[in-house]
């Protein structure tokens, strides 16, 4: 459930973009993740810091995106995002004492020290991974519209926003261009949530299978305070 509670902004701005467009559901997700943001607060009196940044994010190139009419901004912010995630937890690493998954689940689970840092890096991993992937799809839309944008000149710029083919680009190659510019805007958005949904998914049932056996030997492993020398190198080896 907490899932699919952190893809809502997402699931609607893929309702809402199936319905009414880009822009609109552009104006949606922000919404929904001042919303969020709004019924933490309201519910628990704090919200979690990565989630303000989302939310923040969403709303400054969400709010771009619609002032300039220019849906580059709301495409490239999960490119961001991530990126964000990404540096948080590489310099938690580093700083605070602990990585930050283990200050999120350090109370549900017992790691020894060096199996909490190299999850924290397979999340890192796993963010720029997912940023990246995202940026390969806007970059795969952003060559298609080019080339429609090269082959009608003369086309107004709404039309590359909006991209009705029937309406705006009636020529042979420019119509067929823009179906496949469309083609690409669509792949996107449906890489922005079944795509990154399901690599959640997967990265979280892997994280699950690689953690099993820490788990599982947990009762067996001291505590981290009367630890011998030794451990830390043992699970080191066994990792």
Known sequence: MKLLYDFLPIILFFAAYKVAGIFVATAVAVVAALAQVGFSWFRHRRVEPLHLASASLIAILGGATLLLHDKSFIMWKPTLVYA????????????????????????????????????????????????????????????????????????????????????????????????????????????????LMALTVLFIIAQSLWLARYVEDGDDRPDDDTAGPGEEEACSTRS
């Open 84 to 195: 964000l995630f990404a540096s948080v937890f590489a310099a938690s690493q580093f700083l605070g004492g602990h990585p930050l998954i283990q200050r999120a689940l350090g109370s549900q689970l017992q790691l020894p020290p060096p199996v909490w840092r190299r999850l924290g890096w397979m999340w890192v991993v796993f963010f720029l991974a997912c940023g990246a992937a995202n940026a390969g799809f806007v970059q795969y839309y952003a060559r298609a519209e080019n080339a429609l944008r090269a082959a009608a000149p003369e086309a107004p710029e709404n039309a590359f926003d909006d991209l009705d083919c029937n309406a705006d680009f009636s020529g042979g190659t420019a119509r067929a261009l823009c179906e496949r510019a469309e083609s690409r805007e669509n792949l996107w958005v449906n890489f922005k949530l079944f795509g």
